[in-house]
């Protein structure tokens, strides 16, 4: 795909939204055999407004006018062709009031601002999925042994994303600031009392700022996303 950074405002407009006719509409609809466009339409637009949320598939197929199976059919599709990230809850049962549903993530930023005209700043469920799919994106470019997940309880305990490894498991919540406080990594330290010694330590990733330690006792940094990645 060319850069899209160098061109105008309506140029890159253009050009994501030729992208999504040609590729999302028109190839995924080859590859899909689907007999009609119309509701794999809505359910792709319903899936960019969700992006970041809790996914049920009943809400999803109910909003789109089609039957639960054809909504996971579709959102297969879309995961086959990497639009879409499925981010599983955390599976190791610390709780049994742990959240089961996943969580979605749609993968390219820009087809997704083109498709919810969400051309202002960023915002932080935006700045969120750049974090989740850029670690996505490394894990699978270096084929590392490690999966991802998030956590959240139904007490409210939660935490942005899980890098379980062989090792033991890494923390990350990710906050659309500059800079952060030692209240940010609040979850982070419970989680890291939790999981005991498989705890390896977490991040706080964050829009700016500098490296710093924020819970030296859990092993727990601030870090910007510009030097993550």
């Known amino acids: 795909m060319p850069g899209l950074l160098p061109l105008g405002e309506g140029q890159r407009r253009e050009w994501l939204r030729s992208y999504q006719q040609t590729f999302l509409e028109r190839d995924l609809l080859d590859l899909a055999r689907l007999p009609?466009?119309?509701?794999?339409r809505s359910l792709e637009q319903l899936a960019m407004l969700r992006s970041g949320q809790l996914l049920s598939y009943a809400d999803l197929a109910r909003d789109a006018g089609i039957a639960p199976s054809t909504a996971r059919g579709y959102l297969r599709y879309l995961q086959l062709s990497y639009q879409v990230v499925l981010l599983r809850p955390f599976?190791?049962?610390?709780?049994?009031?742990?959240i089961k549903a996943p969580r979605l993530y749609w993968v390219d930023l820009g087809l997704l601002r083109?498709?919810?005209?969400?051309?202002?700043?960023?915002?932080?469920?935006?700045?969120?999925?750049?974090?989740?799919?850029?670690?996505?994106?490394?894990?699978?470019?270096?084929?590392?042994?490690?999966?991802?997940?998030?956590?959240?309880?139904?007490?409210?305990?939660?935490?942005?994303?899980?890098?379980?490894?062989?090792a033991g498991v890494?923390?990350?919540?990710?906050k659309h600031r500059d800079g952060a406080v030692r209240s940010d990594a609040t979850s982070l330290a419970a989680l890291a009392e939790a999981l005991g010694p498989r705890w390896l330590g977490g991040l706080v990733v964050t829009r700016g700022g500098a490296i710093r330690p924020l819970r030296p006792?859990?092993?727990?940094?601030s870090v910007p996303a510009h030097r993550l990645f």
């Open 91 to 98: 599976h190791t049962n610390l709780t049994s009031t742990v």
């Open 36 to 40: 009609d466009l119309d509701p794999f």
């Open 170 to 174: 890494l923390g990350i919540e990710i």
């Open 217 to 221: 006792d859990h092993s727990i940094w």
């Open 114 to 166: 083109q498709g919810t005209l969400q051309w202002g700043p960023a915002t932080g469920p935006l700045f969120e999925g750049l974090v989740v799919v850029e670690c996505r994106k490394w894990i699978d470019t270096m084929a590392a042994d490690a999966k991802l997940y998030f956590y959240r309880t139904r007490s409210g305990l939660e935490v942005d994303l899980l890098v379980e490894t062989a």
